[in-house]
């Protein structure tokens, strides 16, 4: 045999290697994905614009739409074609924090670690108040507060949040729970929670809205409630809605929990807090419509360029910090799967799109807008032309640790392909396909009109336990090895689906889902 035959078996040799039930997988391809993803890697830098220059993504917000305009320039810069914001419907209101300023004066000094709640409203101002407790157990307890509260800040009685723990706040998947996924033969069904009006949660919930009306309607000048969170960590929340018709509220800091109940503690005990604050908050509303970025590297084969390949993540946060875990990995790994596929020069065969949700935070709004737009309505199970076209859809919000493997969502015959795919990289940490599904994020929008849509499976870190949703969610907090692997892993991904002859497999199609009957 000589020189030149050798070398094209043995480069064909290497172009398919055969794996788990004859799925082909490039391994040429796979090694130059591998070099580009994690020796020549962006991540960190795409990571670094959508958060420490961005600032916080929340949904409406001019901040958003900065990173939204800078991810579209960037897909441009690296030879995307139809790179744009993409309009999926109505939103609401936008806002931003212009200025937080809270400490207690006396009985001493002492600058508070508290954020405004989303959508409310700011001081006007500055002002000065002694802390008023505000303890309500039923509706008849407010009549006793009438006339005297307004202009002042007042602190929402609240029994102390979760006990000091040992647990380490971030850890990885074990072998033993990707063991247990592995094995799993079904998904676990969800527990169904009846919509009881005479619970404890309800009435709760139902107190606390007569109590904000009350504070609203008399007037006062801050509302002070206690975060989530312990050691200085704040989970955010919103305290009134984004809709443009939505009623007015009083302006509400969330405390962290140790400052809030020194507070709590001062004020019980008869020792007078006086307090001052400054906080500036602005709503938006020229533009209530809610966008997502998106940008495609186009197929070239004839039969299969109109077929699409998707991946996205969610860009939009909350405002305590940038959103960095949730969800500026997940969309800066997306962007750099793609960033990955132009630097090896692929021409793929069908179509590969990604998509930068926004207001995922409010209901995957982003996605199920776009979904509606191009596939159809899981209300109705009315399909559109699209939704036939479109192979599969790889989403990534698990904050920023590593992929260790893939949910199936319940498609069974998916299994198969993925685990071949992953056979290359089971040295970075990834082997595990389970049928089971992770849920609450944006690939569910694509499997509620029967399109293949997959969540991997990621390393949790300190996402539950510090960062998700919190103050603590900045860019510091990112772990470069594991987004370059996950870049790297989703790439192939992508590459494959899009080459394969056939489409991934799909479940039998969904039922319509009308909106659940309440009691």
Known sequence: MNTKLLSLCLLFAGTVTIASGQEPVDSVMVKKIRDEGLNHSKVMETAFYLTDVSGPRISGSPELKHAQDWAVNQLKSWGLVNAQRESWGKFGKGWEIQKN???FTAPYYHAIIAIPKAWTPGTNGPIRSSVILVKVDTMTDLAKYKGTLQGKIVIIDAKAGAERTFKPDASRVTDDELDVMAKATSQPAAARRAFDRNSPAFRARAL???????LQAENVGLVLSQARGTDGTVFTTNGASY??????????????GEDFQRILRLVKAGIKVEMEADIKTQFFTDDLQGYDVVGEIPGTDKKLKDQVVMIGGHLDSWHGATGATDNGAGSAVMMEAMRILKAVNFKPRR??????WSSEEQGLFGSRGYVLNHFGDPKTMVLKPEQEKLSAYYNLDNGTGKIRGIYLQGDSLAGPIFKAWLAPFKDLGATTVTIRNTGSTDHVSFDAVGIPGFQFIQDGLDYGARTHHSNQDTYDKLS?????????IVASFVYHTSQRDDMIPRKELPKPQPPAARN
Do not use: G, M
């Open 101 to 103: 300023y809270a400490a």
């Open 208 to 214: 606390r809205t007569a109590v904000n009306e009350f």
């Open 243 to 256: 809709a443009d018709t939505a009623k007015a509220v009083s302006p509400e800091l969330e405390v962290s």
């Open 351 to 356: 179509t590969i799109r990604i998509a930068l």
């Open 480 to 488: 470069e090895d594991d987004l370059k692997q996950a870049a790297t």
